[in-house]
């Protein structure tokens, strides 16, 4: 079983900027790939952004240029810094697993979802 704890959201003034983390474990599992993705009120879940276990990254692209994603192994604790945060990126942010890689090789697909972290940029 996989497990993700998202952390650091808070309720900031636009212009601000809040570091999330993600801390993934799970028996058996060694690395993963992350993504986030965020949900606002009324509306659908949205990507934000992606690393790989290569480290390539990937981001929705309005918010590239704002928010950065990083990783750090040892701990597979993921971030995402968020800069220049507006009163839009009010939502709730989650990390999900796209790739959980087993310690004896291979790899699963399953989707693994943390709980979520309020993020609230006040205006």
């Known amino acids: 079983q996989v497990h993700l704890v998202e952390s650091g959201g808070d309720s900031v003034l636009a212009g601000g900027s809040l570091r999330l983390s993600c801390v993934v474990s799970?028996?058996?599992?060694?690395?993963?790939?992350v993504s986030w993705f965020r949900q606002a009120p009324g509306k659908e879940r949205e990507f934000v952004a992606g690393?790989?276990?290569?480290?390539?990254?990937n981001y929705a692209y309005s918010l590239k240029g704002r928010f950065t994603i990083s990783q750090d192994k040892p701990k597979k604790t993921f971030y995402l810094q968020m800069n220049s945060l507006k009163p839009d990126d009010t939502a709730v942010y989650y990390c999900?697993?796209?790739?959980?890689?087993?310690?004896?090789?291979?790899?699963?697909?399953?989707?693994?979802w943390g709980q979520g972290t309020q993020v609230t940029v006040i205006s």
């Open positions: 999900k697993t796209d790739r959980s890689f087993f310690c004896t090789g291979g790899y699963s697909l399953a989707d693994h």
């Open positions: 799970g028996f058996s599992y060694c690395a993963f790939e």
């Open positions: 690393i790989g276990a290569d480290g390539l990254t």
